[in-house]
């Protein structure tokens, strides 16, 4: 049975903290993790590539869209490089008529530069 959008954003987050028995997940700001040896990682080794808040969020958009994986972006910037990278010099992208205005400029006047065609 599939569940509703509705229950899937309800539900998100929604589990009891072993230490506390919060059932709000905290938002972690650590920047690095301890672990108990050396190869013996948690999952989590540095903010910057992965941190138990993101990681629900991330989960979460995976979910909600029934994706297989979810990302989370600390800008709007970083989300655009990210999919930039994924194009190659002939491609081109087709874009929404009303694109912010710096995203327009990006493609504009650094993306083509590199071969890549936009149209609306």
Do not use: C
């Amino acid at each position: 049975m599939t569940e509703h959008v509705e229950t899937k954003l309800a539900q998100i987050g929604n589990r009891s903290e072993e230490v506390t028995g919060t059932v709000s997940p905290p938002v972690y700001l650590s920047t690095a993790y301890r672990h108990r040896g050396i190869g013996e990682s948690t999952g989590f080794d540095y903010i910057r590539t992965k941190n138990p808040t993101r990681q629900l969020v991330e989960d979460a958009i995976a979910s909600l869209e029934e994706g297989t994986a979810g990302f989370a972006f600390s800008s709007g910037m970083a989300a655009i490089q990210t999919i930039m990278a994924l194009f190659e010099s002939g491609d081109e992208l087709i874009v929404s008529s009303d694109l912010y205005g710096g995203t327009y400029r990006l493609f504009e006047n650094e993306w083509k530069k590199y071969g890549l065609r936009f149209s609306l």
